[in-house]
């Protein structure tokens, strides 16, 4: 019989900054935690930060770092210090580019894709196969700066056959992720923004974080 865990969307919580949110993510189940290492981004954190952080996240909970364009040496300098699983390439990064990044720290990668109103299925087909030595595909809403901005995009977009294999992201929160789970049955659905306070970016809330991974196996198990 096939195991129902094949069946289990995977969860990331992004955007985390204080050990307290970690722990609870943690507690509450998450396959991932995402640290956002983009000097500009909100919910930006320093290398001396997730030292500390990742000492929070135990085995077989993937440590993810976030980067938008960094330099190499942005990445040697946060991978030597800091204990990741994965990188997560948010910008404008080339296949090329990914690659040789990902390379300095002997790690594996993700790309996000910004899916904007104009955007079509064939450009997110053309997207996986420009990245096809990504070990996965996020796909977010294409809005001002680099994500993060709590925005859906249109679902009905992604193919059947990349659904399955991708991370769904882009304003994701408890109210709508039942929905995007049942359209789309994605690998993973990754949050940031829709897990925060109100009106303070990068704050988590942890009753959101809760609902949230709640949402997300009541979807599974319907």
Known sequence: MESKDLHRTRIKLCGLSTAASVDHAVALGADAVGFVFYPKSPRAVTVAQVVELAKHVP???SAVGLFVNAAPEWIREVTSNVRLSLLQFHGDETPEQCAALAGIAGLPWWRAVRVGPDASASDL????????AASGLLLDTLVEGYGGGGKV???SLIPTDLGHRAVLSG???AQNVREAIRQVRPYAVDVSSGIEVDGAKGVKDHARMAAFVRAVREADAG
């Open 59 to 61: 085995p077989l909970v």
């Open 125 to 132: 087909v053309e997207s996986s196969l420009q990245y096809s």
């Open 171 to 173: 304003g994701l929160n």
């Open 153 to 155: 995009f249109n679902w």
